[in-house]
């Protein structure tokens, strides 16, 4: 792929994100990541042994990457020849991150009323909400935009600057995997053990580099904060961390981890939906930079 078709894929990419938002669930791609997972999830409902689980999770991911990376190469090598298939090379780029998405998602939680606000969380994040105050609220709210900087946006280009198309659908791929069958519990401990450490190891770098961008809008504070939690989940806290830093605010998931400092409330969630556009600003303004010289 020439240099100038990369920039130029992922920007026709961005601008459909900017405008339109997330595909149709009948056609986004994303949804039909994982079908293959679930076939065998099903495979294995009547079954109990670990090993079996776990090598039947192992082999569903792979074909899935076989199936979806295979695409994402024929797309990406043919999209210079067939305008069709760099309409396709562009769409299928789309599909892997999602900009307007994750701030929709979380303006929804800009609201003062408690009931409203403990639904639009909960479409947010895996915790349980209905019993939390409105300060622990906006904090999961607020720790989950900038866990998804990583795993919505800088995970998936990361990987397309350095590899393309195939490089975003893999991992995205990963990482869809992970959301579906990453799970610590009797059905899905062993199934979804393999994708769920792959996924960790794609989000060492992409979780750190997002980590160093949110660092930019207060480099002193934001450090002091990663040193003292980012250490506290593999890839998570580290997006996280910086986030609190730089807002200087502390969060709270009860029962797992406490972050030093005030809990958001509204005005602060109002604060880090601001900071998210000039994070992604910045990160926007690298890969476009890195598509031209890697």
Not at 64 to 84: A, D, H, P, V
Request: aromatic residues 16%.
């Amino acid at each position: 792929m020439g240099i100038n078709e990369k920039v130029l894929v992922f920007l026709l990419a961005l601008i459909i994100d900017l405008f339109f938002g997330e595909f149709p669930s009948v056609i986004h791609p994303v949804v039909y990541m994982g079908r293959v997972g679930k076939f065998f999830d099903n495979i294995y409902k009547s079954r109990s042994s670990k090993a079996v689980s776990f090598v039947l999770g192992m082999i569903s991911l792979i074909v899935e990457l076989i199936i979806w990376g295979g695409l994402g190469y024929f797309l990406q090598s043919f999209s210079k020849r067939f305008t069709i298939a760099m309409i396709f090379e562009v769409c299928i780029l789309k599909s892997t991150f999602s900009i307007r998405s994750l701030y929709e998602h979380v303006k929804r939680c800009y609201t003062n009323d408690v009931e409203l606000l403990r639904k639009n969380v909960s479409m947010i994040v895996s915790r349980d909400t209905s019993k939390l105050d409105k300060s622990h609220l906006y904090s999961a709210a607020v720790e989950s935009l900038a866990e998804n900087i990583s795993d919505s946006i800088t995970g998936p280009l990361f990987y397309y600057v350095l590899f393309g198309l195939p490089g975003a659908v893999v991992y995205r791929v990963v990482n869809t995997y992970d959301a579906l069958f990453g799970y610590r519990n009797a059905r899905y401990e062993w199934f979804g053990k393999f994708p769920a450490r792959f996924d960790d190891l794609l989000n060492l770098v992409p979780s750190r580099l997002t980590a160093l961008f949110i660092s930019f809008f207060n480099f002193k504070r934001s450090w002091e904060y990663i040193k003292k939690y980012g250490g506290i989940k593999i890839n998570a806290t580290y997006p996280m961390s910086a986030f609190a830093g730089v807002l200087g605010l502390g969060f709270e998931k009860i029962g797992y981890y406490k972050f030093d400092g005030k809990l958001p409330d509204m005005e602060d969630l109002g604060k880090a939906l601001r900071l998210y556009k000039k994070v992604v600003f910045l990160i926007i303004l690298v890969v476009v930079f890195s598509c031209m010289v890697v």
